[in-house]
Every structure is written in C-alpha cells, then in structure tokens.
C-alpha cells in the first residue's frame, strides 16, 4: 500500500485542504500488524509495539510546512538498509530484494556529498527515505523527505 501523486487527490487519503499553496506541519500516526512498515513523510519520531505484539505504531512528525500533496507513505513487507555515508538516509524494498538494492543505490553515497557542495547545502528535510515499491504508476514519485521507486528500477 502506498500513496499515488494525483492532481486534488490528497483529500482522499488525509483530511486537509488540498490546495499546494496550503502547507502546514504535520504528524502522522499508523498503526499496523506487526509484520508490516511503515515508511512515511517527515521524521519518525516514536515507534512502539502493543503489549500483545501484534501491532505496531509508528509517529512521523515533518516540521517544515508542507502541502498536503507532498506528504506520501508506504505500508508493506520491507527490509531496510541504511546509507552508510549518511546516517539520515535510508532505502526500503521488499522481502529478498536487498542484494538488487545494495548494488542499485551504491553510487549514491557518492552523490551526495556533491549534491552538498554543489547547491552548498544539505538534503532539505532531516531525513529522505527512497523505497521501491511494486505496480507503482510511473519510475518514481518524489514527496517531502521520501521518495517512492519501481522495483524495476532495481539492477
């Protein structure tokens, strides 16, 4: 599950004005079975397991004003892999896909110290999560601090 970039289509997934010259700051919270993660615009801030261990809960908070139309997330069976040049940036993908992942993001802790010298500045946001998804629409679709990918993009 994951969200799709639609022209005033935000209103379907969250209740806001969706107008993109309406930003504000945002907190979301999602609540899932405990096998699946959440990956989501902003920072995650709090994270926790139900007394039962069935559920999990996860808090995202993006302090800078944002339109609702930038806010995206994914809901799935993704393992995790972290850059390890930049300790805010990280990749998701499904279940047995990690050795396409690794190969297919390696150039980019390359990258981003360009992109830091170049623009001289950093990444925007706190963090930026990349996640491949399956049957997405189009090669990628970029949000606040996220960005969801086509597996096919996987090498």
């Not at 990349?130 to 970029?142: G, K, P």
């Amino acid at each position: 599950l994951y969200t799709s970039q639609f022209a005033n289509s935000a209103r379907y997934c969250f209740p806001c004005i969706d107008s993109a010259s309406a930003r504000c700051h945002w907190q979301l919270e999602c609540s899932v079975n405990s096998e699946l993660t959440v990956v989501s615009s902003g920072e995650l801030k709090e994270y926790s397991l139900s007394s039962d261990e069935k559920h999990k809960s996860y808090v995202f908070n993006l302090a800078i004003p944002t339109a609702a139309t930038g806010i995206g997330f994914a809901i799935g069976y993704f393992e995790v892999v972290a850059e390890p040049t930049k300790n805010n940036v990280a990749y998701f993908c499904p279940k047995g896909l990690v050795p396409l992942l690794q190969h297919t993001t390696e150039f980019l802790q390359r990258v981003y110290p360009i992109y830091v010298d170049y623009m001289n500045m950093s990444l925007p946001f706190g963090d930026y999560k990349i996640v491949f998804v399956d049957e997405l629409l189009s090669d990628y679709q970029s949000y606040a601090s996220l960005t969801t990918a086509s597996i096919t993009l996987l090498l």
